[in-house]
């Protein structure tokens, strides 16, 4: 990791033989930039100095930066704020490159056919259970997405594993405002649509909602998690609950940490819709900081999106692909990790449309010139779990956040 203060600057003078890169990631995610940059520089000369910056104070870094004029040269980052896009350089070229495999359903075009940001990859909520206890409780589970189960069926399934099997909860649940809509399209909601003008939602959201309060019971679901901020990933991995609703980011995790019971990625309940939330797992961007700088951040990001850069990428970080015909071998060892990720990778193929949805809003508000700074999903449904409001008003309430913050022409 490059540290120190010098190497937080972005130097955005005319010297294009030394470019900053900001990302805010795990050691572990940190190592394919890593091993690009050294490959850049062996290739060019071109020194690529890789800056990982704590999460909390990513976002605000760079909007200082932006205001002090030093923006490093090509940054990885989770969101796009509008303090800083009119100083991003149009990547098209780089999408449009056929050669690249970029998926272009996963790219937001602004109306003059430019593009400000790239996925570095996409994540996307999922299942997963425990399956020492359904193998000790003798209950059986889908293993193709074609085929999976439907809510219902999965409620009855590690009901039975509770029972049977000695578990505390049939389920956790992060509490996200991701999984929570990726539980309404499954179940044929629409969570709250908009890309500008009032939000809104469809008339199967309030019904959603009260199901999802009788599953907060502690029995089929731990209550603390959403109203009370306990640790759902702690709770799974005490092996004392059936299953886990999470993400695809897991994997890297319990490869590394589950020792003391088996675990395995499944597929998501469809009812009736097979669907996820997907969302970027970052967006790279490079910034226009001179004329030499920003040739050379442009060059980089194009190099780097070559398939045959991005495969070492999405490989040695265990991304999934935004690139399409790639043949990925991951770096894990155990079974249930690598069949995790191909699982992952079909589960995405199959999943409707509306899955991308937020994601794709959320680029549209940034070049609206607006932000979702605090998503109101997660205290509002924590509200009415606790009785404190009504499913309506949790609604209303929820899209009232949205109106005020990204709403409006």
């Known amino acids: 990791m490059v540290t120190g203060l010098a190497a937080c600057s972005s130097g955005s003078g005319g010297d294009a033989s030394s470019l900053t890169f900001w990302i805010s990631t795990s050691v572990e995610q940190q190592a394919g930039y890593d091993q690009l940059a050294k490959a850049y520089e062996e290739k060019t000369g071109t020194k690529i100095n890789v800056v990982n910056i704590p999460y909390d ?35 098209a070229d780089i999408v449009n490159n056929e050669a690249n495999k970029i998926n272009k359903d996963l790219v937001i075009t602004d109306s003059d056919g430019s593009v400000m940001s790239i996925p570095s990859d996409v994540t996307a909520s999922g299942m997963f259970i425990n399956a020492s206890l359904f193998e000790a409780a003798g209950v059986t589970y889908p293993t193709d997405p074609k085929d999976t189960w439907t809510w219902d069926e999965f409620l009855e399934a590690t009901t ?67 109203t009370s901020g306990a640790d759902a990933n702690a709770l799974f991995k005490s092996g004392q609950v059936a299953a886990y609703f999470s993400g695809v980011w897991q994997i890297a995790d319990f490869e590394s940490t589950i020792t003391n ?52 990428l999405a490989e040695t970080n265990g991304f999934l692909s935004v690139e399409t015909g790639l043949d990925l071998s991951y770096p894990f060892e155990s079974k249930a990790a690598l069949d995790g990720f191909e699982l992952y ?65």
């Open 160 to 226: 039975k594993v509770r029972n049977s099997a000695g578990a505390k909860y049939n389920l956790t649940f992060d509490s996200s405002p991701s999984r929570l809509r990726a539980f309404q399209y499954q179940m044929g909601g629409n969570a709250v649509q908009g890309t500008g003008g009032s939000f809104a939602s469809n008339d199967k959201t309030v019904g959603i909602y009260e199901t999802f309060k009788k599953m907060n019971d502690d029995a089929i679901m731990p209550k603390s998690v959403w």
């Open 345 to 409: 990778n079909r589960e995405i193929e199959l999943a409707d449309p509306i899955s991308g949805s937020f994601a794709e809003a959320q680029v549209q508000w940034a070049l609206n010139g607006k932000a979702l700074a605090d998503d109101p999903t997660v205290s509002q449904m924590g509200a009415y779990i606790n009785g404190q409001q009504d499913a309506q008003t949790t609604l209303a309430n929820i899209i009232a956040g949205y109106d005020k913050q990204v709403g409006g022409e």
């Open 261 to 312: 019971f088996k675990w395995a990625a499944v597929p998501s309940p469809a009812q009736p819709v097979h669907a996820t939330d997907l969302n970027y797992g970052g967006l790279t961007v490079a910034f226009d900081n001179s004329d030499a700088k920003g040739k050379a951040a442009h060059d980089f990001v194009a190099w780097m999106y070559a398939p045959e850069n991005y495969k070492v």
């Open 57 to 91: 104070g990513y976002a605000t870094k760079l909007r200082s930066s932006a205001q002090a004029n030093d923006l490093p040269d090509v940054a990885r980052v989770a969101s796009i704020d509008p303090i800083w896009t009119k100083a991003t350089m149009d990547l």
